[in-house]
C-alpha cells in the first residue's frame, strides 16, 4: 500500500495557526497540517499535545511566548510511524588503504493536527 500524504498550501487570510516546537525543532502548524517530526512514541491513530508552543497566530492577533505560551496547545493525530530517507555517508584516505562506508534512516512520525487550542 502507498502513502501520499500532500501539504496544502493556505491562502493569505484569517485562520489560526502556531509555531510548536518538538524533536528540537520548530514547525509551524494549522488545523489539518501533516507534519513530519522527529519520532514520537504510540501506535497510528493515537491522540498526541504538542504543549511546547512558542507564536501563536489567531486572525489578526498574534501571541509570542517567553519561551512558551502558558495553556496554549496544539492537538494532534498520529497517522504513521516510518523512517526517513537513507542517508549514505563514505570515508577515503587516499594511499592508506582506508575505506569506510555507512548509512542512516531517521525515525520519523507523521502527525495531523486536528486542533490549535488557544492558551489564557
Known amino acids: 500500500m502507498c502513502h501520499h500524504l500532500f501539504l496544502r498550501r493556505r491562502a493569505r487570510g ?3 495557526y502556531a509555531i ?3 524533536g528540537g525543532k520548530q514547525f509551524k502548524a494549522a488545523k489539518n497540517d501533516i507534519l513530519i517530526v522527529e519520532k514520537l512514541e504510540g501506535e497510528p ?3 498526541i499535545e504538542l504543549s511546547e508552543v512558542l507564536l501563536l497566530v489567531d486572525g489578526e492577533n498574534t501571541t509570542i511566548g517567553s519561551p512558551f505560551i502558558k495553556g496554549a496547545m496544539v492537538h494532534g493525530e498520529i497517522i504513521r510511524q ?3 530517507k537513507k542517508i549514505n555517508a563514505f570515508n577515503y ?3 592508506k588503504n582506508e575505506r569506510k562506508r555507512w548509512g542512516h534512516r531517521q525515525p520519523e512520525t507523521h502527525v ?3 486542533e490549535v487550542q488557544v492558551g489564557k
Do not use: L, N, Y
Open 14 to 16: 484569517s485562520f489560526m
Open 20 to 22: 510548536v516546537k518538538t
Open 112 to 114: 495531523r493536527i486536528t
Open 93 to 95: 584516505k587516499p594511499k
Open 45 to 47: 491513530g493515537t491522540a
Open 82 to 84: 516510518t523512517k526517513s
